[in-house]
């Protein structure tokens, strides 16, 4: 299913497939950074288009992304010309933002000379940059030292760290619209979370069609049929709403809503699809050496990675003047 892609991203969705076949793990992370920082001048499209590909593999395009949108976000040449040729050459970026709580619409960290306070959730990267509040909103910092914790985070595939800020030396780079660069890492999230819920369900379909009882395929019998089917709409839907959001990325008045709602669509159609994976595989989708509990931590994990389904509907609610049980905080 292409949903409008051009031929260009057809050839690079083909590149990165044949590549990763190959078992080349490494995707340029300057997709979205424009050329003449040494960039491929590309857009978020073609990021997620390659994440799309990526799946489940351990790779730090999405952190690297996010990082680079958030320096082009602040308008500030030197900061760029300074920065992005290292996110280019393949240096691993990243951003330390949300609080322990994972309320994503405001940074953990504060800066009043020095930064202060800690976030969580943080994917990994070697060059590491912090969203702060200031007096004047939420900005972008490169701090001068940087100590990261790793967490024990669930996905194995995903890992995350803590960063801690105690009166930390810090550049300042510039403002930053927090709720677009979240809206971008919503969508991107989103186009990832579809395709790895189509990876589970052609597996699922697989095993399906070749794991034989009573005689003949478990696909074969009614009852699983139906649910492949009602999978394979979870599927397509969330793919559309995948798609739909990365069209919005240059509407900035419907991104907000395309983005919460692919976030909320795509990240309960991975947790069904995981979820079922895992019951129609049986007994061996219990085991370690199976997939299936890597997709069904992937899921886990991406629900919550810049806010969890319910705090995105919430936020779709105010945006369409619906009726909201909770507050703003929230969102």
Same mark, same amino acid.
């Given at each position: ?45 073609? *990021? ?50 949300? #609080? ?13 000379? !020095? ?8 994917? /990994?990267? #070697?060059?590491?940059? *912090?969203?702060?509040?200031? /007096? ?27 960063? %801690? ?21 919503? *969508? ?15 597996? !699922? *379909? ?19 049929? %139906? ?6 709409? !979870? ?7 995948? +798609? ?54 992937? +899921? ?11 705090? %995105? ?19």
């Amino acid at each position: 299913m292409d949903l409008g892609l051009t031929e260009d991203q057809l050839a690079l969705r083909a590149t990165i497939r044949s590549a990763l076949s190959r078992g080349h793990r490494d995707i340029d992370l300057g997709l979205s950074i424009p050329d003449t920082h040494g960039g491929q001048g590309g857009g978020l499209a073609e *990021v997620a288009i390659a994440l799309g590909e990526l799946r489940l593999t351990p790779n730090p395009l999405l952190s690297s992304t996010l990082a680079a949108q958030a320096i082009l976000a602040t308008g500030n040449p030197e900061a760029q010309a300074r920065l992005l040729p290292r996110i280019a050459g393949g240096e691993p970026a990243t951003l330390a933002w949300t #609080d322990h709580k994972g309320h994503w619409a405001a940074p953990a960290c504060a800066y009043d000379g !020095t930064l202060t306070g800690t976030a969580h959730y943080v994917l /990994d990267g #070697d060059l590491t940059l *912090v969203l702060a509040q200031t /007096d004047t909103g939420p900005a972008l910092f490169l701090p001068r030292t940087c100590s990261r914790v790793d967490a024990n985070a669930l996905d194995p595939t995903r890992p995350l760290g803590t960063i %801690h800020c105690a009166g930390t030396p810090a550049d300042h780079l510039g403002p930053v619209d927090l709720d677009r660069l979240r809206d971008q890492a919503c *969508v991107l999230l989103a186009y990832e979370q579809a395709e790895i819920a189509a990876e589970a369900l052609a597996r !699922t *379909v697989g095993y399906a069609k070749s794991r034989v009882q009573f005689g003949r395929p478990i696909g074969s019998f009614q009852a699983i049929k %139906h649910r492949l089917a009602d999978l394979h709409l !979870t599927v397509e839907t969330a793919r559309s709403a995948a +798609a739909s959001a990365l069209h919005a990325l240059a509407n900035p008045t419907e991104l907000p809503r395309y983005a919460a709602l692919a976030k909320v669509h795509c990240s309960e159609a991975l947790s069904t699809v995981a979820g079922e994976m895992i019951q129609l595989h049986g007994g061996i989708a219990i085991t370690w050496e199976h997939d299936a509990h890597l997709f069904f931590k992937r +899921a886990h994990g991406s629900a919550h990675l810049f806010g969890t389904p319910a705090q %995105h509907l919430d936020r779709l609610a105010g945006l369409l003047e619906f009726t909201s049980s909770r507050s703003a905080a929230t969102r």
